[in-house]
């Protein structure tokens, strides 16, 4: 079985974004990126929504599509889905899903390969927690949304060795070191030149992690806004982040963690792998060290008089 069915699912926050992005704007010979389940966009996020959010008829029309497609394309040998959400099919009670595209890509000849790229727990949590409180998505506290993503912890790490033994599907899991590159990998995997994909990333813009300041005015853009009546608006906020250093100090690495929650999550992750036979996790992950960065709690008050009023020259709010 030459031809390959690929399904890359993330983990968020692996570099997803720029390599859908890259593949989304470049063709390449013999690997086929669809445009279905894309909508137009750089991910196959249609397709994680339909098999795991929107119920049964739902992912029985996802299904169909899929199949319609393989059918009306059997002479591509890689074609490749890429969502962060289709990290969904690592659940408990998904793994159905699973089997049943499984199934439906070795009818048409194709070997399922799931290509999941894992960072270290801390830093993940970390990460997804800065975004979604960026968008103003997440009120809860820091320490409180860890703990309230423990249990999802558990059942991805068990859904991870349970899919391994799925019929006919190769998962690949990898682990998100520094200096790992999504876009290197995914040379390797589809057997392209070095540089394909790594050459065509220099071109796009940097990781969203925003400075501290930065982080801090989107957390309370609100409060800002009130101080000095103005209407600056989240998306302003964002572009000017993106597109220039709106704070010139803003250059100190810093976290969320206080030493004891980081060793506690750390700890937990190492032991929920363990007790679900995730060696690999294990191995990749132990031994790491906290990292005394500058602790922020993303308050207010950690927000200086010489950051806001960077923030008013820049809007031009005087």
Same mark, same amino acid.
């Given at each position: =079985?030459? *031809?390959?069915?690929?399904? $890359?699912?993330?983990?968020?926050? +692996?570099?997803?974004?720029?390599?859908? %992005?890259?593949?989304? =704007?470049?063709?390449?010979?013999?690997?086929?990126?669809?445009?279905?389940?894309?909508?137009?966009?750089?991910?196959? $996020?249609?397709?994680?929504?339909?098999?795991?959010?929107?119920?049964?008829?739902?992912?029985? %029309?996802?299904?169909?599509?899929?199949?319609?497609?393989?059918?009306?394309?059997?002479?591509?040998?890689?074609?490749? !889905?890429?969502? /962060?959400?289709?990290?969904?099919?690592?659940?408990?009670? +998904?793994?159905?899903?699973?089997?049943?595209?499984?199934?439906?890509?070795?009818?048409?000849? &194709?070997?399922?390969?799931?290509?999941?790229?894992?960072?270290?727990?801390?830093?993940?949590?970390?990460? =997804?927690?800065?975004?979604?409180?960026? !968008?103003?998505?997440?009120?809860?506290?820091?320490?409180?949304?860890? *703990?309230?993503?423990?249990?999802?912890?558990?059942?991805? !790490?068990?859904?991870?060795?349970?899919?391994?033994?799925?019929?006919?599907?190769?998962?690949?899991?990898?682990?998100?070191?520094?200096?790992?590159? +999504? %876009?290197?990998?995914?040379?390797?995997?589809?057997?392209?030149?070095?540089?394909?994909?790594?050459?065509?990333?220099?071109?796009?813009?940097?990781?969203?992690?925003?400075?501290?300041?930065?982080?801090?005015?989107?957390?309370?853009?609100?409060?800002?806004? /009130?101080?000095?009546?103005?209407?600056?608006?989240?998306?302003?906020?964002?572009?000017?982040?993106?597109?220039?250093?709106?704070?010139?100090?803003?250059?100190?690495?810093?976290?969320?963690?206080?030493?004891?929650?980081?060793?506690?999550?750390?700890?937990?992750?190492?032991?929920?792998?363990?007790?679900? *036979?995730?060696?690999? &996790?294990?191995?990749?992950?132990?031994?790491?060290?906290?990292?005394?960065?500058?602790?922020?709690?993303?308050?207010?008050? /950690?927000?200086?008089?010489?950051?806001? %009023?960077?923030?008013?020259? +820049? !809007?031009?709010?005087?």
């Amino acid at each position: =079985m030459s *031809k390959r069915l690929l399904l $890359h699912t993330g983990m968020p926050k +692996t570099g997803t974004s720029a390599f859908q %992005n890259i593949m989304a =704007m470049h063709k390449y010979a013999q690997i086929d990126y669809p445009l279905l389940f894309r909508s137009g966009k750089i991910a196959h $996020h249609e397709l994680a929504y339909k098999l795991l959010h929107q119920g049964e008829l739902s992912q029985d %029309n996802a299904l169909k599509s899929l199949k319609c497609y393989l059918d009306d394309h059997a002479a591509l040998e890689t074609i490749l !889905f890429s969502s /962060e959400s289709l990290i969904g099919l690592f659940g408990t009670k +998904t793994w159905p899903v699973t089997e049943a595209i499984s199934d439906l890509a070795a009818e048409h000849g &194709y070997q399922l390969e799931i290509h999941l790229i894992l960072r270290r727990m801390a830093d993940f949590l970390e990460a =997804m927690y800065l975004q979604s409180h960026r !968008f103003g998505r997440l009120k809860m506290a820091f320490r409180d949304y860890i *703990k309230s993503r423990c249990p999802w912890i558990d059942s991805l !790490f068990q859904s991870v060795k349970r899919l391994a033994c799925v019929k006919d599907l190769q998962l690949f899991t990898v682990f998100y070191h520094s200096g790992f590159d +999504t %876009n290197q990998y995914f040379e390797d995997v589809l057997g392209l030149p070095s540089g394909s994909l790594t050459g065509a990333s220099s071109k796009l813009r940097p990781s969203s992690r925003f400075g501290m300041n930065g982080e801090i005015l989107l957390a309370n853009i609100d409060i800002f806004n /009130e101080e000095y009546s103005c209407q600056l608006r989240r998306p302003q906020v964002i572009h000017a982040l993106e597109t220039r250093q709106l704070f010139s100090a803003d250059v100190f690495p810093y976290t969320l963690y206080d030493e004891n929650t980081w060793r506690n999550i750390t700890s937990f992750s190492i032991q929920s792998a363990l007790q679900a *036979k995730f060696f690999e &996790y294990a191995a990749a992950f132990q031994g790491s060290e906290y990292n005394a960065y500058r602790l922020t709690s993303l308050g207010y008050d /950690e927000l200086s008089r010489d950051a806001k %009023n960077e923030v008013i020259r +820049t !809007f031009n709010l005087a």
